[in-house]
């Protein structure tokens, strides 16, 4: 029998390691992936660098076209992967509409690490912007599927972690 379609959610605040660890799963998988980053406005970008923080009304539109790309490919029984910060349990609503597979991986660790780690890349979002994605950041609430990774753990051991959650590392 066809399995219905999966959809994986790398999500958290930025620098948390979304995009390094969902690559990881993906070289495994092979599904197609999006990156949210590519998803945003020139706006919300240019806000970003400014060192602004996006608002609700900024992140909608954004959020929408993410899940309006996870729908076309549910609909064709196809599998994906995304990267979005999905700091919020409404803007994960959003997500879910993508279709009824939709999972989410909480990256989630130690603020310093995190801190650390944007310091050392090279990245429109500036560090000074972590402080405002922590006070955003609404966890995995009870009901909502997903399961949470600790980005101080090597990444081939987070991306084995997720497969063997998801039952796919057989
Ligand atoms: N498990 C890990 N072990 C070591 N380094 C990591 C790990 N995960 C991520 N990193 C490093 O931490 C930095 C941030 O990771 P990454 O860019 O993947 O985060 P992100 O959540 O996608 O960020 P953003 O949302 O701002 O784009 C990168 O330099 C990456 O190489
Ligand atoms: O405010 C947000 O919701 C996040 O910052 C995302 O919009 C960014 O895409 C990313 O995490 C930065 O690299």
Redesign the pocket.
Known sequence: MTQPPLHLVFM??????????ALAVQERLGWEMAEG?DFHPPENVAKMREGIPLTDADRWGWLGSLADWTAERDARGESTII?C?ALRTAYRDVLRRGGEGTFFVH?TGDKHLILD??N??E?F?PPSLLESQLDTLEPLQPGEEGMDVD?????DR?AALVLARLGLDG
């Open positions: 958290g605040v930025s620098g948390s390691g979304k995009s390094t660890i980053d990267t910060s990256c780690r944007m050392a890349r990245h979002m980005p101080a753990l090597p990444v987070i």
